[in-house]
């Protein structure tokens, strides 16, 4: 479900020993905010990982300003530093993966021969004997689902 997801990320992004912790404070922070979840937007997968990164966005930074202290009293902010980067691609990928598992399994296939395997709608249709309608519906549908998770995901606030 939703919770091994934020899990899996949090694990991924800070280790074993943090992740439960940190997985418990993106639920609670999702409990405060859930006036600010919009359905028509995205799903709520998206948006609760969308949360969750930038719980472990703040998580990472932290570590680094303990880190390194001494060397920035100047204090210069980055706007969108290493950790930011790494934890929205983790995110997307693993959010694309989770959406992709919601898809029954010919449009999950048709969707993955069309961007994994850059093959053409005509291709695709050929390959798994399906009408060049059937592939192009499948597709459209799987990329509306898959939107719909990268749309949460966008829509989440800190």
């Known amino acids: 479900g939703h919770s091994s997801l ?9 280790g074993t020993d943090r992740a439960a912790d940190a997985t418990q404070e993106v639920f609670v922070a999702a409990w405060r905010s859930a006036h600010s979840y919009r359905p028509e937007v995205g799903t709520i997968a998206g948006w609760l990982l969308g949360i969750a990164r930038f719980k472990v966005i703040d998580i990472l930074r932290a570590d680094g ?5 001494a060397s920035t009293a100047a204090g210069v902010a980055e706007a969108a530093g290493p950790e930011e980067s790494l934890a929205v691609g983790v995110a997307e990928r693993m959010l694309l ?7 029954p399994e010919r449009s999950r296939d048709v969707v993955r021969l069309a961007f994994v395997g850059d093959l053409t709608h005509a291709q695709i249709a050929e390959q798994c004997n399906l009408p060049l309608g059937t592939v192009k519906s499948d597709i459209r549908r799987g990329l509306s689902k898959l939107r719909r998770h990268l749309e949460g995901f966008d829509d989440a606030q800190r």
């Not at 934020?6 to 800070?14: E, H, P, Q």
């Open 6 to 14: 934020v899990y899996s990320f949090c694990r991924r992004m800070l």
């Open 65 to 69: 300003r303990r880190q390194v202290l």
């Open 97 to 103: 993966s989770d959406a992709l598992s919601t898809l």
